[in-house]
């Protein structure tokens, strides 16, 4: 029998994904040309149309749904082989893929990568920074072997591994003319003066939830798209907004006239690592989380 080869079925899986040659293509850093040809050899081995094609559109079949959904429990299947002969290497050594969230990234991996350098120099980390979302698909696409991100969310097939907690804190101008920050009071924010970055990004959901934003009218419609817009905006007093220890402490805040105001103990997030249930690694990053919390 003639079966596909993994290259095909990762081609496949990029196609599924992006709906398009050029996209999928280049996302696998390969030519157009060459990706087509791959694919009409995938399709003449299956004896199936796994994708119907136009001048512009490129549509996924019923049955190529079903190949890409198998496509990539096996992908995972032979990441999950080369784990298990990776697991009897030492730790920390080769190649490690890793996703992490842009509310995290700026502040510990510039403390973490010179010890990780130090400590572990046959270690090559790849970095993916984005959503909570986008790094979850990706870990359980098989494209990352490990995630640093904020709880809680909503994972599945997955075990976490808790590193620290990352409390909020009340960020505003030093002159705000929102509030009183040393008689602070939730229910007095004026309407529209809590600004939080857009849907997405899990800080939003983290902060609205940890320090108990009951009244949705107080928080402005108008999102940040990144954590440095949002600082520029409060600290031209356009409202008041939430931010973590993390971020105080970094140089984020240096050269604004913001100031922060604790909000106690239970208002939190807690920062932790996440990986595909059962894979073989699993000793290797909580190594990982022990020196991410040493950077810390």
Known sequence: MNLPT??????FVALEENEHFGKAAESCFVSQSAFSVAIKELEAQLGAQL???TNKNVTIT????????????????VEYLAEVA?????????????GVIPTIAPFVL?????????SYPDLQLYLREG????????LMGGELDVVLLALPYKLSNVETYSLFKDHFLLACHKDTRFLNPDDYRFENLPDE???LLEDGHCLRDHALSACKIQHQETVSRFAASSLYTLIEMVDSDIGITYLTEMAKDSMILKHTDIKTYPMGEERYREIGLAWRK???RSEEFELLGEVIKASH
Not at 6 to 11: G, I
């Open 6 to 11: 993994l290259k095909q079925l990762r081609y």
């Open 51 to 53: 994708v119907d094609r």
């Open 62 to 77: 019923r049955v190529g749904r079903e190949v890409a959904n198998h496509a990539r429990h096996c992908l995972r299947d």
């Open 86 to 98: 990776r697991s009897n290497q030492e730790s920390l050594t080769g190649r490690l893929n890793m």
């Open 110 to 118: 510039p403390s973490l990568m010179p010890r990780l350098r130090e």
């Open 131 to 138: 959503t909570t979302q986008a790094i979850y698909s990706a």
């Open 193 to 195: 003066s809590v600004l």
């Open 278 to 280: 059962g894979s073989a």
